[in-house]
């Protein structure tokens, strides 16, 4: 009793800090991204050159205003009550209350923290001005937070629907970036605050602490791995220590981790009792941390892997041989190590692919 009274704040508490090593690693690239950035602008029209990335652009800077947010929780509304369906009508109101939650903290956030847009950064140099105007409100991204609470609710009410809403907001997300509007850790910044609240808006307010756990848990391991993929493709290959060290680890421990998982989802008689289906994937994700060759990297992944131990700790994924089998499973569990060693062979490939 006293363990699982434990394990959801030991749980939050690893993530907790995996999300701030991850914003730190992150805020390093910030400048070194935007100068990028700008270097495929067009210098006497401000506007992306390629007209791909500037469609992109576009659209997810139309997509992530209030405005179209607001119209789609009225639609969901519309849709709710017209057919008498709770499910979207309950969408519509808790989006509705997600997107004004975002809204409202990021503003008051942006204006307390007075960092400058990236359009006025000079040599590099970060300042802040806390209370200031026009253009000192950069974190976090405000498109980013509304685009992230809407995405919340509605993936949280049409489970089946969430990888496309989630992928969506991604894109919104990522297209403020590409504009040239906000740094890599302003959308960052402000997709963890528009998470949080689209969980408190999607379940019942007694409950907000449970709600603020659970979001941070189950963003962090997205932002670990984007601050993995950021260094791996920044960095060219190192033969210095640890780097080969780990590089190397990660790849047994990886191969551990998938024939371990392996073993257990069919009930092998070689898979030790002590292997649990957490600890597996566990393994598998400390192995790609550790791939990207960096002590920094692998710190923050770890703390993610302790996290998702804790989390599953009270409630193991069951295997096939023990009721939830079939060909879905059999398929599902097969998608994931492909998926994996795919990973795996991915962070060889585009190591250093992205030098700056």
Not at 32 to 55: E, G, K, Y
Not at 64 to 88: F, M, R
Not at 220 to 235: D, K, M, Q, R, Y
Not at 330 to 348: D, K
Request: proline content about 5%.
């Amino acid at each position: 009793m006293a363990l699982s009274r434990f394990t959801p704040v030991a749980a939050f508490l690893f993530s907790i800090c995996g999300l701030i090593l991850a914003f730190v690693g992150l805020f390093e690239w910030d400048v070194p991204l935007t100068r990028f950035i700008r270097s495929l602008n067009d210098v006497h029209r401000d506007h992306l050159a390629n007209p791909w990335l500037a469609q992109i652009s576009d659209i997810g800077d139309r997509l992530g205003k209030g405005e179209y947010l607001v119209i789609l929780s009225l639609v969901l509304l519309a849709v709710g009550y017209g057919l008498k369906h709770p499910q979207w009508k309950d969408a519509g109101w808790q989006s509705l209350i997600a997107h004004g939650l975002a809204a409202l903290s990021a503003n008051i956030l942006k204006h307390a923290i007075g960092r400058p847009r990236p359009k006025f950064m000079h040599a590099g140099n970060l300042e802040f001005s806390p209370v200031s105007g026009s253009g000192w409100d950069s974190f976090p991204s405000g498109h980013a937070a509304a685009a992230f609470a809407v995405a919340t609710v509605l993936a949280t009410k049409f489970p089946r629907a969430r990888w496309p809403i989630l992928v969506t907001a991604v894109a919104i997300a990522a297209s403020r970036i590409i504009r040239g509007s906000h740094y890599l850790t302003d959308v960052a910044g402000g997709t963890a605050l528009g998470c949080v609240m689209g969980m408190v808006a999607a379940h019942p307010w007694r409950e907000w602490r449970s709600s603020v756990g659970f979001a941070v848990c189950r963003m962090t391991p997205f932002f670990v791995a984007t601050l993995a993929l950021v260094w791996t493709i920044v960095h060219l290959p190192s033969e210095a220590w640890p780097s080969q060290q780990l590089v190397w680890s990660g790849l047994v421990l990886t191969l551990v981790g998938l024939v371990g998982h392996v073993l257990r989802t069919v009930q092998s008689a070689w898979c030790p009792d002590w292997l649990s289906g957490s600890l597996a994937r566990g393994l598998v994700g400390l192995g790609l941390g550790m791939t990207a060759g960096s002590l920094f990297v692998t710190t923050a992944v770890l703390l993610v892997c302790l996290a998702h131990w804790l989390d599953g700790f009270p409630g193991e994924v069951h295997s096939m041989a023990e009721g939830h089998g079939g060909l879905w499973t059999a398929m599902t569990e097969g998608l994931f190590v492909a998926a994996m060693l795919l990973v795996l062979g991915a962070s060889y490939a585009l190591k250093g692919i992205v030098p700056m």
